[in-house]
């Protein structure tokens, strides 16, 4: 009770020099209230007292309401956001759960660009048990990233058979420089508003995430580095280990998201596993393959499909 004690004085405090310095609330204050309040309601309820709790939490809902609107009118999507994201938290914790969901979907209709409404919100409903809301909207935020790393995965396949890149360099030199570009891209997708908002990029779901990633997709690099400039064998073997180390990666990635990334894994693993097992098969020795069929389709269309699938079922499904 320490906590909320120190709280409700620090509330007083703060409204008793307002009422001295009569003027007008502003945005901070408002803002700053709010905060306090909705820290007040969690040390009551961890304190036991509900009835406290739940008073503060309203007091709270009042001041990010007013915030929401005030946001909205002066078209302040980041900041609308933001507010919309911290009621539909307050509405959950009052026991409001429904208008909560709609509240978050909101926040994120409201600034789509904003990917702390999108890591706030999974994070929020994923530890209050609402996976399915919370998987909607890993798919929301997923889907973008997925269909553009597809599209480059087939326009670069396509560049290859076009312009005959077969040696090992060219391949290798090719393919290294799309990986490149998907990255950089994805990256401007999901944090392009973090300059803008002056929010944390190194955040702890995407430092889980990134240290997941890290391993497999640096040593599968580092071969393709080797193989490309010393010339060790040829590009379609090179392509099977980028595809074992590129499941690999996103199933350990999958244990920081929702399954239906450590399925995307095992299936890059069990379709390469597939595709060479009939290359050694039915291909005859003296036959040949280009390897660009082979990474536009992992690569490309794979990527594409799984991205068209985040998108219609999240469509299908909207949080609400």
């Known amino acids: 009770m320490r906590a909320a004690r120190?709280?409700?004085?620090?509330?007083?405090?703060?409204?008793?020099q307002a009422d001295k310095a009569n003027q007008p609330d502003t945005i901070g204050s408002v803002e700053g209230r709010a905060r306090l309040e909705r820290l007040?309601?969690?040390?009551?309820d961890v304190a036991g007292a509900r009835d406290d709790a739940d008073a503060a939490w309203r007091e709270s809902l009042l001041g990010w309401e007013r915030l929401m609107i005030e946001h909205i009118r002066r078209k302040n999507l980041s900041a609308s956001a933001e507010a919309t994201v911290e009621v539909g938290r307050l509405l959950y914790q009052l026991g409001r759960h429904a208008e909560a969901i709609q509240?978050?979907?909101?926040?994120?209709e409201q600034d789509n660009d904003r990917d702390q409404s999108y890591i706030d919100t999974v994070a929020f409903l994923v530890q209050n048990g609402e996976t399915d809301a919370a998987v909607s909207i890993y798919r929301r935020a997923l889907a973008p990233i997925m269909i553009f790393a597809g599209l480059l995965g087939i326009a670069a396949a396509a560049l290859g058979l076009l312009c005959h890149l077969d040696s090992m360099r060219a391949f290798g030199l090719l393919w290294l420089g799309t990986a490149a570009v998907v990255v950089a891209g994805a990256f401007l997708i999901a944090r392009r508003q973090a300059i803008k908002d002056k929010e944390n990029f190194w955040s702890p779901p995407t430092r889980r995430v990134g240290q997941a990633l890290l391993p497999p997709l640096f040593a599968g690099m580092f071969l393709g580095f080797a193989f490309t400039f010393v010339g060790l064998t040829n590009p379609v073997i090179l392509t099977f280990i980028w595809l074992f180390f590129y499941g690999c990666a996103l199933h350990s990635a999958g244990f920081f998201m929702p399954d239906g990334m450590k399925w995307f894994g095992w299936l890059f693993i069990a379709s390469a596993?597939?595709?060479?097992?009939?290359?050694?098969?039915?291909?005859?020795?003296t036959g040949e393959i280009?390897?660009?069929?082979?990474?536009?389709?992992?690569?490309?269309v794979l990527h594409l499909a799984y991205g068209a699938y985040l998108y219609l079922t999240e469509r299908k499904n909207p949080v609400a």
């Open 6 to 16: 120190i709280l409700r004085d620090g509330l007083g405090t703060m409204r008793e």
């Open 40 to 44: 007040l309601g969690e040390a009551s």
């Open 103 to 108: 509240k978050f979907d909101e926040a994120i």
């Open 273 to 285: 596993s597939a595709a060479l097992l009939l290359l050694v098969l039915a291909v005859p020795p």
């Open 290 to 300: 280009s390897a660009h069929w082979l990474m536009g389709f992992f690569f490309g």
